[in-house]
């Protein structure tokens, strides 16, 4: 069965930092592309970045670029997001989510999220 | 990076059938044909529903259909029931490995 799980989240002040984790099991992990997606309070999805299947090619929305680093480890079959000065706007549940190929727009697993919330 | 267009809401009674938009540019929805739809419950997990503009992942109904014409891709529900009443959002490649997604829909079958 395949397995997203979402981990690293909490309370952040602004202008610090977090990783997120995401825990994949069921599937050769090193076959996929993964993403970020986030939803901040009241508000719709928004994708954040993306990671090919070696971790050789990474791409980021502007909102986040410069501020969070995407990345994985294949032997540890986790997903890693690494999230620098942090503000308020980047309140949000984080989930991570597998793309079945690179050639599809087919995201077909995702985790359950995980609460980022940053505040003083 | 603009989120695509999406109606806030829409609704219909049960049995009937409802059609969500999609609204983007020659950037994103016109230029690939590679659109998803997620439904996605409060707390839970997105799920997608379609892929490549109108292809259904295994497991979906039959009731979920999609397609695009030009920079508008759309998303229909025949046969509502009400466990359909969710969220719907629609994504894009955007190009250069960047995604869009659309600023949602909330459904609500009457």
């Known amino acids: 069965e395949v397995q997203l799980v979402e981990s690293g989240g909490g309370l952040v002040q602004p202008g610090g930092s977090l990783r997120l984790s995401c825990a994949a099991s069921?599937?050769?992990?090193?076959?996929?592309?993964m993403h970020w997606v986030r939803q901040g309070p009241g508000k719709g999805l928004v994708w954040v970045s993306r990671?090919?299947?070696?971790?050789?090619?990474?791409s980021y929305a502007d909102s986040v670029k410069g501020r969070f680093t995407i990345s994985r480890d294949n032997a540890k079959n986790t997903l890693y997001l690494q999230m620098n000065s942090l503000g308020a706007e980047d309140t949000a549940v984080y989930y991570c989510g597998r793309q079945r190929s690179s050639g599809s727009s087919l995201f077909d697993y995702w985790g359950q999220g995980i609460l980022v919330t940053v505040s003083s | 990076q603009s989120a695509l267009t999406q109606p806030r809401s829409v609704s219909g009674s049960p049995g009937q059938s409802v059609t969500i938009s999609c609204s983007g540019t020659s950037s994103d929805v016109g230029n690939y044909e590679y659109v998803s739809w997620f439904q996605h419950y409060p707390g839970k997990a997105p799920k997608v529903i379609i892929y490549d503009v109108s292809e259904r992942p295994s497991g979906v109904p039959d009731r979920f259909s999609g397609s695009k014409s030009g920079n508008t891709a759309s998303l229909t529900i025949s046969g509502l029931q009400a466990e359909d009443e969710a969220d719907y959002y629609c994504c894009s490649y955007a190009g250069r490995y960047s995604w869009m997604f659309g600023g949602g829909t909330k459904l609500t079958v009457l």
């Open positions: 990671i090919n299947n070696d971790g050789s090619s990474t």
């Open positions: 069921g599937f050769t992990f090193s076959s996929y592309y």
